[in-house]
């Protein structure tokens, strides 16, 4: 988590090092919450998650908007939707389902 803060801070972590942590993040926390759950419904609801969080930044409601302008709210809900933040939370995700896969099962 805080790797995933620092790359808004920092220069030399790239941004998207953030959102594939993001997921991670959201993948384990599933897993946490729904430890008896087929592994794959919890990835596939993990980016689905995700994904609605990064679509919702597409709405600009007022309520919304001054959530989003606080620190807690910015990084739990992010400011601007990016096409590509979809792609770092597929692929944040998938690697979680694999480290947790491969650890499970060795």
């Keep these: 988590m805080l ?3 620092l790359s808004r801070k920092i220069d030399f972590i790239p941004l998207f090092i953030g959102d ?3 997921s991670v993040l959201i993948y384990f ?3 946490f919450l729904f430890p008896t759950k087929n592994r794959i419904l919890v990835l596939l609801f ?3 998650f995700c994904f609605t969080i990064e679509i919702s930044q597409l709405i600009q409601w007022n309520w919304l908007y001054k959530i989003r302008s606080t620190t807690l709210g910015h990084y739990i809900l992010g400011k ?5 933040d979809l792609l770092c939370y597929s692929i944040g995700t ?3 389902y694999i480290i947790e896969y ?3 099962i060795n």
Excluded: E
């Design 3 to 5: 790797i995933g803060i």
């Design 80 to 84: 601007g939707f990016l096409w590509t």
């Design 29 to 31: 926390g599933f897993c």
């Design 46 to 48: 993990s980016i689905l």
């Design 20 to 22: 594939i942590l993001y």
């Design 102 to 104: 491969k650890t499970y």
């Design 94 to 96: 998938i690697i979680a």
